[in-house]
């Protein structure tokens, strides 16, 4: 149920496929400027790099083309998962999935969730969210 959470792409649903979404869809919103501007003026060129390390150098926001890139892995990375959960867990339908996923799929599942939490783990440092 943890995985198909994170997949969840309802508009009032809180998860790493939304937010994976937006920022495809709003790369502007997470600014060079707005990453930069919490950081002391003598932390600023420090700041600066760590931006360059989410986005290109010098760029003046997100790559959204990287961020399709992640949000492709956790479709694909997570599919079976996710349809075994729908199926079987959650409506348990009528038809059993053609693809049973074994604890091998539900860990690399678990994992590049738990990679992408890592890797987006500097939004915290955003305070406005405006697109």
């Known amino acids: 149920m943890a995985v198909r959470r994170q997949l969840d792409k309802d508009p009032q649903a809180i998860s790493r496929t939304r937010l994976l979404s937006e920022i495809i869809a709003h790369p502007s919103v997470l600014s060079r400027e707005q990453f930069v501007r919490p950081y002391a003026p003598e932390l600023e060129d420090a700041a600066h790099a760590q ?49 049973i996923p074994t604890f091998q799929d539900l860990d690399e599942a678990i994992e590049v969730i738990r990679f992408l939490w890592i890797k987006y783990s500097f939004l915290r440092r955003f305070r406005v969210w405006s697109g």
């Open 51 to 99: 931006c360059d390390r989410r986005a290109a150098p010098a760029a003046n926001h997100i790559d959204p083309a990287v961020v399709r890139v992640d949000l492709d892995a956790l479709r694909k990375r997570t599919r079976d998962v996710e349809r075994y959960g729908t199926k079987r867990a959650a409506h348990f339908g009528e038809h059993a999935p053609r693809n």
